[in-house]
């Protein structure tokens, strides 16, 4: 008996079949994993089954009773509940706003929020959850903010729970929490579907695991019976090789030279200093990658090199000229690319076609004749674009950007930033949301452009990859830089160490690698 | 059509048609036995005789341009409040010009007066503008005031300069400096006892159209318009873009400015005695256009229709009066125009309303097979 069955769904999007006479079994308290290529209909499946959208053909049942699920207010009476891939919270509502949102008690039109919070605080201890409810949303971090995402489930009393890609945009700290946390919920009777890109997360925590592959179901499987090479082969179709072969660098010149970066806090976060001191290059010819926990200053200094935002003092100099104070496109036409961290935010233009975003830097330049978009041009560059990347899209280079599955999205950012030939390419954790061919796929790239001689700052959250890509490691820790090591020459357990701030060295450029004694803090 | 262009059809035509029903409500619960024929004056007065066609088109003229002005800086992501005052300032330049300017020749004088009210439309749209890019002050706060102070001060400006005394409104325009009418007199008229009646639909229309295509053109083809949709629908987006924002905001409102100067003008450069009055309120032209932008979803050519509905709908509603106080007509004309501003909302229920509908179409015939 299954809590849900999903009997020959059937779901089609304009060009393009998104599920085809699919096919999906839940059992109650188990953690079902849905695995598959970027655009193999993943998302759309659970989309189906949470009421957002309607199946052509196919029938949802519920304990062996066919259901009709026409909204999200029908699937939440049924008990389903969804994190999705891109969460829709309040920003501007405190965590408890959020919880009870849609579904307030109210005595005489007046909230009740006494019993409400009571409740919420009562789950959020029962799953140990370290959360300051009556904080609003846009102060808290993304991790926390899916915890939020999983309180407003279990405060519905959801017993079907879909994760969309909830490990993505999380550290690895927070994913072993998630884990934890999900083991605890199918424990307690829950029933758990659960997407992810990541073989490791499905070994660690699925019991069964179902697999997508251009719409179609390929299979379901047992979790602890199968390999992870099984598993991505029945993903792709095709043996795939997770190691990479990269040859030495060939280092050169420097391209990019940071000198005393220096961002002060502001007033509304802890106050701490953002970027303290950062002095760093970056050469031709290699990968350097910048790791550390989320939220050390990454992303200041991401920002700060490419732009974004202004900085408070020290030196940014690309290939001998200083651009501390130049404009984002006088950077970008000096050779700077940026794969930014949310490709939502900064990166796409959702309402605008695929087409239109390749062009989003150079429509000014390439794209246009006195002052009127060539409009065949562009057409035939994203053609190009889509064949050499291969993206994936119901139209091709007239899909609405908005329309495309997370991972090819994030492929037109990719192709877009590649194909414009930087000097440097700064890479901000730019296989997020990634299928493993897709990741495979980037790795290489990431490589070519450092063997044609190109600088590639890389930002990354996952130890795997740092390790894998990577010619020379910095690590930052609250807002500095604690270590400058050779991944040939350190584990692991040493990374862990110097991004939770436990080890450190004293780091200085203009020595050719660490200097001084490792000072071990408490 | 596409599917989102025709629920943007559909969803039009149905805020129509709930408008219509609403007003017929308040008809009814005003004077019941006069609503139905009123109801009926509305819906077909302005089809009545080819004289009140080209007066739907005439009246059409300014809010057509209102509207392209709303619209315009909507696909900017910016809320023109201000088109009303943007609006007066351009019928005073165009008044002011065509009264005192009698020494350039009519076509020059006419074509001084569309080209000056744009451009004081376009200063007057700035202020909102600079103040949103280099103060981050929310443009709909302070185009609101600026519609307030440049009311006051065309108020202020006609009585120092074009005022009549006589009339107590502005100077009446010499029949050489309004529009001309381009021989659509001879179109766009109705039989009079021996003679005719003819309407005063001009130049304006053709202006009108114009313009809206070369609206379209801009938003649609130019690289300049590729900007400002993107600072529009992501503003983040375009920063990492490396598009000035600040530029784009500050010339998107001084178009969406121009635009409503332009309305002002070719209201105001009819040669039916028209004139401004120093009444101390907005131009309504200026709130029609929101509920025009929106009927005609944003879209140049859809904005066209929607111009040249709404104006059909108030031109039959003025014809109520005696049997409706004037007050009532004018809350029945709001009720139906302001409800077309519901049009998005009536698009997002249409479009999972119509899911849920093909949904069992198909189920229905998937069971058959
Ligand atoms: N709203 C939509 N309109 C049109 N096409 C869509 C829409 N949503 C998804 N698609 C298309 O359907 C296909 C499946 O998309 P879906 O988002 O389900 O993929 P996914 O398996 O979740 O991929 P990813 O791992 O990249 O998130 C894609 O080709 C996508 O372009
Ligand atoms: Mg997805």
Redesign the pocket.
């Known amino acids: 008996m299954y809590i849900i069955e999903m009997r020959n769904i059937t779901k089609e999007?304009?060009?393009?079949i998104?599920?085809d006479n699919i096919t999906l079994q839940l059992k109650k308290n188990e953690i079902h994993a849905l695995l598959?290529?970027?655009?193999?209909?993943?998302?759309?499946?659970?989309?189906v089954l949470f009421g957002l959208?309607k199946q052509e053909k196919g029938s949802i049942f519920k304990n062996e009773e066919e259901v009709f699920i026409t909204g999200p207010g029908d699937a939440n009476r049924l008990g389903i509940g969804m994190v999705h891939?891109h969460f829709k919270l309040v920003h501007n509502f405190t965590v408890l706003e959020n919880i009870v949102l849609g579904v307030e008690t109210t005595k005489s039109g007046v909230l009740q929020m006494k019993e409400a919070r009571e409740k919420v605080l009562a789950l959020s201890k029962r799953y140990g959850f370290d959360i300051d409810i009556d904080k609003e949303i846009r102060h808290i971090s993304v991790g926390m903010q899916q915890r939020v995402e999983i309180l407003k489930m279990l405060y519905r009393d959801n017993e079907i729970l879909i994760f969309?890609?909830p490990t993505a945009v999380l550290t690895p700290q927070e994913i072993e929490a998630l884990m934890k946390t999900m083991k605890d919920m199918a424990a307690e009777g829950k029933s758990i579907l659960f997407?992810t890109?990541k073989l490791d997360e499905i070994k660690q925590v699925a019991d069964r695991c179902s697999v997508?592959r251009k719409?179609k179901m390929i299979g379901t499987v047992d979790v602890a019976e199968t390999s992870k090479e099984e598993m991505s082969e029945m993903m792709v179709g095709r043996k795939v090789v997770l190691s990479l072969d990269k040859a030495e660098a060939n280092i050169g010149d420097t391209i990019l030279k940071v000198r005393n970066l220096c961002q002060k806090g502001k007033a509304d976060k802890s106050g701490k200093d953002r970027l303290k001191n950062i002095s760093f290059d970056v050469k031709a010819g290699e990968i350097l990658c910048v790791a550390g926990i989320e939220g050390n200053g990454q992303t200041d200094l991401v920002y700060a090199l490419t732009g974004l935002e202004e900085f408070d003092s020290g030196e940014i100099e690309m290939e001998g000229k200083d651009i501390s104070r130049a404009k984002i496109r006088k950077r970008t036409e000096m050779g700077i690319a940026h794969i930014p961290e949310d490709r939502h935010k900064h990166g796409l233009v959702l309402d605008y076609t695929l087409a239109y975003n390749t062009i989003l830097q150079t429509y000014y330049a390439n794209f246009q004749k006195t002052g009127f978009l060539k409009k065949q041009t562009i057409l035939d560059y994203a053609k190009r674009l889509i064949e050499r990347f291969d993206i994936?899209?119901?139209q091709g280079e007239i899909?609405?950007t908005?329309?495309?599955?997370?991972?090819?999205?994030?492929k037109v950012i990719l192709a877009r930033e590649i194909d414009r030939d930087p000097k440097l390419l700064i890479a901000v954790q730019p296989t997020r949301?990634?299928?493993v061919g897709a990741i495979e796929y980037i790795h290489k790239q990431l490589l070519a452009q450092r063997d044609s001689g190109k600088a590639v700052l890389l930002v990354s959250l996952e130890l795997e990859e740092v390790m894998n890509v990577s010619d020379r490691i910095l690590v930052m820790y609250e807002g500095e830089i604690v270590a400058d090591v050779d991944p040939k020459h350190v584990t692991f357990q040493e990374l862990g160490l110097y991004m939770s701030g436990a080890k450190r060295d004293e780091v200085s450029v203009d020595a050719a690698h660490v200097k001084g004694d490792e000072v071990t803090v408490e | 059509m596409n599917r989102s262009g025709f629920l943007s059809f559909l969803s039009s035509l149905l805020v129509i048609v709930i408008g219509l029903l609403f007003g017929l409500i308040v008809l009814i619960v005003s004077n019941a036995e006069q609503a139905f024929p009123a109801a009926r004056t509305i819906a077909t007065f302005g089809f009545s005789s080819m004289r009140r066609v080209g007066d739907v088109m005439l009246h059409g003229t300014p809010i057509i341009l209102t509207g392209l002005s709303v619209a315009f800086a909507f696909k900017t992501g910016l809320f023109n409040i201000g088109a009303s005052g943007q609006f007066m300032f351009g019928g005073f330049v165009a008044i002011y010009i065509g009264v005192e300017a009698t020494f350039l020749p009519p076509w020059l004088r006419i074509l001084t007066c569309i080209v000056a009210a744009a451009l004081a439309g376009a200063i007057w749209g700035a202020i909102p503008g600079l103040l949103k890019a280099y103060r981050n002050v929310h443009e709909v706060i302070s185009s609101i005031m600026t519609n307030y102070i440049g009311m006051f001060i065309v108020v202020y400006l006609i009585q120092s300069f074009v005022f009549d005394q006589g009339r107590g409104t502005s100077t009446r325009l010499p029949t050489e400096s309004t529009l001309p009418r381009l021989g659509f007199q001879n179109i766009f008229r109705e039989p009079f006892f021996a003679t005719y009646r003819e309407s005063h639909v001009n130049l304006g229309i053709v202006l009108a159209i114009a313009i809206a295509i070369l609206v379209y053109v801009i938003l649609e083809k130019t690289t300049f318009g590729y900007e400002l949709k993107a600072c529009g629908f992501n503003p983040d987006a375009a920063k990492y873009a490396g598009i000035n924002q600040k530029r784009s905001i500050v010339f998107s409102m001084m178009i969406s400015g121009a635009l409503a100067g332009t309305a002002g003008a070719l209201n105001f450069m009819v040669d039916t005695g028209l004139s401004m009055g120093v009444v101390e309120t907005l131009a309504m032209e200026g709130f029609t256009g929101i509920s025009v932008a929106f009927l005609g979803m944003n879209h140049p050519i859809g904005i066209i229709f929607s111009g040249l509905f709404v104006s059909y709908i108030k031109l039959g509603g003025a014809q109520l009066q005696p049997h409706f106080s004037i007050e009532m007509v004018e809350t029945v004309l709001a009720i139906i125009i302001y409800f077309c501003a519901f049009v998005f909302v009536v698009k997002s229920m249409l479009g999972r309303g119509l899911s849920k509908f093909g949904r069992k179409d198909k189920q229905e015939g998937g069971g058959a097979v």
């Open positions: 999007f304009p060009g393009i998104a599920n598959g290529e970027n655009g193999a209909g993943k998302s759309t499946l659970m989309s959208y891939q969309d890609e997407i890109h997508l719409g994936r899209s119901g899909t609405s908005r329309a495309m599955s997370g991972g090819n999205q994030q949301g990634l299928d």
